[in-house]
């Protein structure tokens, strides 16, 4: 049995946010929640714990999100390359969203959050699930940020099973390889109907990828941050944010 806690949602809307300029707002960031069992690992407490923290982070993130005016929220919560790890600790990730929406998810919905998810669900326990898709069915309706779970997502098995899709097209004559088109592409990934980031945050210190967003990122702005995720914070977002609005995005051509 989840306990209900007090709602975080009001309880941070007191917290008014810094000076900030909401010109050049990104309307979507993504960011990869790396740092978890590293933070827990610096306080001497197990994984798992770091875990646990990094779903408050989730929460302080979402509200600040909201607050800053951003659109749509990617969170990186479980890879496709996850399940490498001990049975204990993925036992323990698929738990999170459950333990999360039991707590959140009437805030969510009168907070007019719409949840969605993308990744695989072959393979998710049906209480993860079950959760997720009650929380997707529930906010459907609301028009504010979405949130947009990243869960056992990787982009090289979207883009696979996009190629896959495409392919089954043409051999039934449906199709016309010509006629593909990046747009088309586009709309075959799991990300369909969100726009491409423009901005993609990583914690922890490290400078990759991870087969996240392969080819929503192709002109994504960066901002790594050695901060490990339980330590993420409205500050982070809005540093992030501010280091945004003072880059010029060319897409290739010129200012
Ligand atoms: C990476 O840190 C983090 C993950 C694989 C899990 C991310 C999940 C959360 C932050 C919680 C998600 C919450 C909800 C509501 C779905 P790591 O474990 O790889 O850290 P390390 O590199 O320091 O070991």
Redesign the pocket.
């Known amino acids: 049995m989840i306990k209900r806690v007090r709602s975080w949602w009001t309880r941070e809307d007191k917290i008014q946010p810094p000076e900030r300029s909401m010109d050049n707002v990104p309307e979507h960031v993504a960011i990869?929640?790396?740092?978890?069992?590293?933070?827990?690992?610096s306080h001497g407490l197990p994984?798992f714990i770091?875990?646990?923290?990094?779903?408050k982070?989730?929460?302080r993130t979402t509200i600040a999100a909201d607050k800053l005016g951003i659109k749509y929220l990617t969170?990186?919560?479980?890879?496709t390359e996850?399940w490498k790890?001990p049975k204990d600790?993925v036992d323990f990730?698929m738990r999170?969203?459950q333990?999360?929406?039991a707590i959140?998810l009437d805030e969510l919905i009168e907070k007019n959050v719409q949840v969605r998810m993308m990744g695989d669900r072959e393979g998710l326990p049906s209480y993860t699930i079950n959760a997720m898709e009650e929380a997707v069915r529930k906010t459907e309706g609301n028009d504010g940020l979405v949130l947009n779970?990243a869960?056992n997502y990787g982009s090289r098995k979207e883009i696979t099973d996009c190629m896959r899709e495409l392919g089954r097209k043409i051999k039934t004559g449906d199709l016309n390889p010509d006629d593909i088109t990046p747009e088309m592409l586009g709309q075959h990934m799991l990300s369909s109907g969100i726009p491409d980031p423009d901005l993609i945050i990583r914690t922890?210190g490290?400078m990759r990828i991870s087969n996240f967003m392969l080819w929503q990122m192709a002109y994504s702005e960066m901002w790594f941050t050695d901060i490990?995720?339980?330590d993420f914070n409205e500050q982070y977002l809005y540093e992030a944010v501010a280091e945004y609005q003072r880059r010029t995005r060319r897409y290739g051509g010129l200012t």
């Open positions: 990869i929640m790396d740092g978890n069992g590293r933070w827990a690992k994984r770091g875990h646990q923290n990094g779903m982070a989730v929460k969170l990186y919560a479980f890879s996850n790890r600790e990730l999170l969203p333990e999360f929406l959140e779970f869960l922890s490290e490990y995720w339980p």
